[in-house]
């Protein structure tokens, strides 16, 4: 069974006659016929066909992928200014970057919004497609009523609970979306407790927090206990696979402007958690960052 792949290939691809002795060959002499530079990208959609890149080496000129008007050159440059991290990333895997790229300009532009200490949302931003969490009530854990998210990411909230729910695990609800109004009142209250500069360190001035957004939420004791609770430990594993990401991770308070908030987690898409795993460390603020200076260029580069 393992064996027939291997010699159906080259028929399967129609390979120049030529080119079968050659190749068989080589297979013959290699332990791994699966290792050949296929790339690492892993996720089936960009695998380039058989041995084709072998013999054409990529050259600054060829455009990585079909669906932009944009060569490797290009790219680079605009990766330039990105994290160096990042930019190695997309330096090797260029045609994975632009297919997660174009599905993300896909979706709308609110969904990837860079909300943070220096990009407020207007004081009238409210989302228009809210759902109160009540009426799931069955297969939520709600800290209270009255809790509201935004229609597009119940789906993934509920495959997210489902999923924890079949390892043992509930994931208790507490604060979901927030208005302008009542962010206002909060910050004010922090004021009043900590001083100014404290509260800005754990709390948003109105307009500048994710939870204005409606998709941002907050699980559990809103605690750093949280952490290490069942609910924190799953959902720091597991949340990426269900498009929710965590907003204010440990160590990242110069970049992210907040102290560590293992309970904050903003609903991204599955699509943008995978580009922030695979180009951005996994760093939400680097690739909401990134997205919000180059996706008016991405979009034109689309052809
Ligand atoms: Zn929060």
Redesign the pocket.
């Known amino acids: 069974m393992e064996v027939s792949p291997n010699a159906y290939r080259p028929h399967r691809y129609l390979l120049p006659a030529l080119l079968l002795p050659v190749l068989l060959l080589a297979l013959a002499g290699c332990g791994d016929p699966a290792a050949p530079a296929a790339g690492g990208a892993g996720t089936g959609g960009a695998g380039d066909s058989g041995g084709a890149g072998e013999s054409a080496p990529a050259t600054p000129e060829l455009e990585p992928h079909p669906d932009f008007t944009m060569t490797q050159a290009e790219l680079e440059a605009l990766t330039a200014n990105a994290p160096r991290a990042a930019r190695a990333a997309v330096a090797e895997k260029p045609q994975y970057f632009l297919e997660l790229a174009a599905q993300l300009l896909a979706l709308p532009s609110v969904q990837l919004r860079l909300v943070d200490k220096d990009h407020a949302l207007p004081a009238d931003a409210v989302p228009d497609d809210l759902v109160v969490l009540d009426r799931y009530a069955d297969v939520l854990t709600l800290n209270r009523s009255g809790l509201s998210l935004r229609a597009a990411l119940i789906p993934d909230l509920l495959a997210m609970v489902e999923a924890a729910r079949q390892d043992g695990i509930l994931l208790p609800i507490s604060?979901t979306y927030r208005s302008y109004e009542y962010q206002a009142g909060l910050f004010e209250r922090h004021v009043e407790n900590l001083g100014e500069e404290q509260a800005a360190r754990v709390s948003a001035r109105p307009g500048t927090?994710?939870?204005q957004l409606g998709t941002?939420?907050?699980f559990g004791s809103?605690t750093l206990e949280f952490a290490d609770t069942a609910a924190g430990e799953w959902l720091a594993a597991h949340a990426r696979d269900y498009g929710f990401s965590m907003?204010?991770p440990d160590g990242y308070e110069e970049l992210t402007g907040y102290s560590y908030?293992p309970?904050?987690?903003r609903w991204i898409g599955r699509t943008a958690t995978g580009m922030e795993t695979a180009f951005f460390d996994g760093l939400q603020q680097h690739m909401l960052e990134f997205w919000n200076e180059h996706e008016a260029e991405l979009r034109r580069k689309l052809k």
């Open positions: 604060s927090s994710q939870h941002a939420l907050d809103i907003s204010y908030e309970w904050h987690f």
